[in-house]
């Protein structure tokens, strides 16, 4: 069923791009000459439907595509020292996409999702398209007004804040992100970048609207500003972020806090890749006081191949905190899903919420095709401290990842 799927998607996207470029199309039968029929060669090409950067008119046609499919079984204690488990499947991303490169520097970029997966929280799955991820067009250009490039780009954008944002999810090397970091996520936001590289600076400032609607939003719905800069020191690369929600007042559910700021490492020692986050920022107004005043985390995640290019071990510890009593939130996957002990009763763990979560995960991944193709696995603990108790849970993880 999902491959059938998969690749009707795929032809509907390849026959779109065809319609797209036009006359340029009859290139499309060379695209994958030099493919020698190598399974990961095929995997990392197959989307290239047309590339001729001598064409002045369109340099490049491509459809790509992710799958992320995954696994849980968690068991834990709950703030009443009541025992509690669970198991869980899920379809965890299905999205499909088109990018057009046309007149030396214009990308017309987007992409859907395919998939809804309702089954951890008691729904269903639904197959079909379900929402757009991201749409933008850009344009960019080289060695103009001081810079070594400058680009603006118009659309629905996913903003990156934190080291596990800025790593896609194809490419992330835990199952889920850390709950921190998926607290500083924000809803696909309509608004206008501006992307410039300077001596090895790289630098991103946007102004973007709160409106949550599918495809882009409008203008009345509150604002946000974001900038984000990237540069080589301390033997590494340092990320340092911000995003501010300028009409919080009116709109607290924009971004679901005030402010939010992160400092990034991320280097190697010795034979580990190591990467180093800091977070801190404010709730703003919520409907609940005990939600609202200033957050904090930190996370830690060291990494190490144990047979090159295939075999990865991971580790991450992630430590979150708030003033307030309900200020910071485990992940909903999958500690907050609707689970009990014995199939009638839910576990009471307070939504979630609380003052003080740790997590430690450990994880090996193995590399089929690099990230293109690779399975995960993982154990991970976490501990939240609520007001009214403590939460104590341990999930195991499998998950398998695709993209082309």
């Known amino acids: 069923m999902q491959n059938k799927l998969a690749k009707t998607i795929i032809g509907t996207a390849a026959l779109s791009s065809v319609a797209v470029a036009g006359s340029i199309s009859a290139p499309l039968q060379n695209a994958h000459q030099s493919n020698s029929g190598d399974f990961c060669s095929s995997l990392k090409s197959i989307g290239q439907l047309y590339k001729n950067n001598d064409n002045a008119i369109i340099q490049s046609v491509k459809v ?137 600076v790289s630098t991103t400032l946007g102004f973007f609207s709160l409106d949550e609607d599918d495809f882009l939003g409008k203008w009345d719905a509150g604002s946000a500003i974001y900038a984000s800069t990237q540069f080589e020191a301390l033997n590494g690369d340092i990320t340092l972020d911000l995003m501010y929600n300028l009409d919080q007042d009116d709109n607290p559910i924009g971004l679901g806090y005030k402010w939010a700021t992160s400092a990034a490492w991320e280097g190697n020692i010795g034979s580990w890749d190591l990467a180093v986050n800091a977070i801190i920022g404010d709730n703003g107004d919520q409907s609940n006081a005990d939600r609202e005043g200033s957050f904090y985390g930190l996370v830690v995640m060291p990494s190490k191949y144990i047979i090159e290019d295939k075999l990865e071990f991971v580790a991450r510890y992630a430590f979150q905190g708030s003033s307030e009593d309900e200020g910071i939130r485990v992940n909903s996957r999958y500690l907050r899903r609707d689970i009990s002990s014995d199939g009638s009763v839910d576990a009471d763990i307070n939504s979630g919420r609380g003052d003080s979560h740790h997590s430690i995960y450990a994880g090996l991944n193995y590399y089929f095709c690099g990230d293109n193709s690779k399975v995960m696995t993982g154990i991970e603990y976490d501990t939240l401290s609520a007001d009214t108790g403590d939460v104590d849970a341990t999930t195991l993880w499998f998950a398998y990842r695709m993209y082309f």
């Not at 995954?70 to 991303?93: K, L, S, V, W």
Request: charged share 25%; net charge positive.
């Open 64 to 200: 790509f595509g992710r799958l992320q499919a995954q696994a849980a079984y968690i068991d834990g204690t709950d703030i009443n020292n009541n025992d509690f488990d669970g198991d869980f499947d899920e379809i965890r991303r299905f999205r499909a996409g088109l990018e057009i490169k046309a007149f030396n520097g214009l990308k017309i970029k987007g992409n859907v999702n395919l998939a809804s997966d309702g089954r951890p929280g008691g729904g269903d799955l639904d197959w079909g398209y379900q929402s757009f991820d991201q749409f933008k067009v850009s344009y960019a250009v080289k060695n103009t007004a001081g810079f070594d490039s400058l680009g603006f780009s118009y659309g629905r954008h996913k903003l990156a804040l934190g080291q596990e944002q800025h790593t896609s999810s194809k490419k992330i090397k835990t199952v889920e992100r850390s709950a921190i970091a998926n607290k500083l996520t924000s809803t696909r936001p309509t608004g206008i970048s501006v992307d410039a590289m300077r001596g090895g």
